[in-house]
Each structure stands twice: as structure tokens, then as C-alpha cells.
């Protein structure tokens, strides 16, 4: 029986993952652990916590020791996709599989960390509701925005429904990848999995990606945003399907 760990991305919680596994019916031949990052969905933070992209691993690798579980698969998505590399870096004996949905660049450009300070220096003065319609205007493609009205609505409940200081930890985390992650020890299998209009994880960005993890195969999805599951469910579920079989 396959074991699924779940990492969401910034400004997304494990429900994100509902849809697929659902349609997929993941349930019914694997063994699920979602999990909320720290900050995010369920998972509280604390005022005297410093968070990293490599203390998130800790805390997926933390539950993998507490649940015994090796040789997983982890669906990630955005920054968890960093999140979940970096597990598999520095413990390979936990991850099998990887499914990157949209992964950002390693390690973050310039522009990208000065751009998620502001963000969260916007978030804690303001709350999620200053920084919603820019993420969901710059994250969603266009057919998205005419013809998904309920997957715009998901992106942005997901989003109103943070702490903002839990998302601020989370913008500065990303803010702080700023060291290249060395994707070529990435044992794992890995598929990639992007939008055509994806911004943050455009295609030619997966397209190095792959010529840097050995065997990565790639998805892209036409019409579609940073948002894949919200966006075009069908398509990630046909791509990720016989991969986690």
C-alpha cells in the first residue's frame, strides 16, 4: 500500500488536495497523511517560531518518523514543491515518488524575494484581503477567470481563510530560498506537472527542471494557471493517475 504525504503551497491548505483525491479515489488502495504547514489551514504558529523551507521538511519528515512511514509519494504544490525536494534531499530512504504541481524556481530570483517581503510586510499590516486579488489575478490563466468561477472562488477562500501571520512566515520563508537546491541528487521518480499560463512555474522553467532531475517527465496544461487543481481538475488527474499507481 502506497503512502501519500501532502504538502500545500503558500497561501494553501491540504482541502486543496480534496478534489484529486476524490477523483482519483486515492482512498480506497492508499494510505493518506495530509498535512497543513505550519501557519497554514489547521496548523498554528507560534509568535517565537522561525520558519524555513527546511523546517517545513522537518515537520513532514517528523511525521513521517511518527507515523513509520518510508518510501512515499508526496503531491506537493508551489512552495511545497521546494518543501518536498528538500525532503527528498536530505532524506531520500522517505520519498519515492515526487508530484511537483507548479514548482517555483531554485533558488528564488531577486525580484521573487523582495516581492514576497512585501508581500508579507502588506499581509501583516493589512490582512489577506490587501493581497488577494493580485495573487488570484496573477495566479489564475484566463479561461480560468471566464469559465471557473467556482475554482476562482476556491483559490480565493483558500487564500481569505489564512492567518495573516502564518502566511507572512510562509512569504518570508520563500523569500529566505535563496541557495539552488541540487536537483540532480534528486533520487526520487518525478513528475512535473504546469500550466501553459502558469507565472511562477512557466513551462521553460520545468523544462530545466527536468533536464536537472534525472527521468522527470513533464505535464503542462493548457489554460491554465498556478492553480492546477482548482483550474483544470480533469487534467491533473489524468496526468498524476497512472504515476501514483
Request: proline fraction near 7%; aromatic fraction near 4%.
Amino acid at each position: 500500500m502506497l503512502t501519500l504525504p501532502v504538502s500545500s503551497g503558500l497561501g494553501g491548505t491540504s482541502e486543496f488536495y480534496t478534489p484529486l483525491i476524490t477523483s482519483l479515489r486515492l482512498e480506497r488502495n492508499h494510505s493518506l497523511h495530509l498535512l497543513d504547514l505550519e501557519g497554514h489551514g489547521l496548523s498554528p504558529t507560534s509568535a517565537a517560531s522561525s520558519i524555513s523551507i527546511s523546517s517545513y521538511a522537518s515537520d513532514i519528515y517528523a511525521l513521517a518518523q511518527q507515523a513509520k512511514i518510508s518510501g512515499v509519494t508526496i503531491i506537493s504544490h508551489s512552495m511545497g514543491c521546494l518543501i518536498a525536494l528538500t525532503l527528498a534531499l536530505e532524506h531520500p530512504e522517505i520519498v519515492s515518488k515526487l508530484v511537483l504541481l507548479g514548482p517555483p524556481p531554485t533558488p528564488l530570483p531577486e525580484a521573487g524575494q523582495a516581492g514576497s517581503n512585501a508581500r508579507a510586510a502588506t499581509v501583516r499590516a493589512s490582512g489577506m484581503a490587501a493581497v488577494v486579488d493580485a495573487v488570484v489575478t496573477a495566479g489564475t490563466s484566463a479561461k480560468s477567470k471566464t469559465d471557473s468561477p467556482i475554482g476562482i472562488a476556491g483559490v480565493r477562500l483558500s487564500l481569505l481563510s489564512q492567518d495573516p501571520e502564518g502566511y507572512a512566515k510562509g512569504c518570508t520563508a520563500l523569500a529566505g530560498a535563496s541557495k539552488p537546491l541540487p536537483l540532480a541528487e534528486i533520487k526520487a521518480r518525478t513528475l512535473i506537472v504546469t500550466g501553459d499560463e502558469d507565472k511562477v512555474s512557466p513551462p521553460q522553467l520545468c523544462q530545466k527542471y527536468s533536464t536537472e532531475i534525472k527521468g522527470a517527465i513533464i505535464n503542462i496544461l493548457p489554460c491554465v494557471g498556478h492553480w492546477h487543481i482548482f483550474e483544470n481538475l480533469k487534467g491533473v488527474s489524468d496526468a498524476v493517475a497512472s504515476f501514483v499507481q
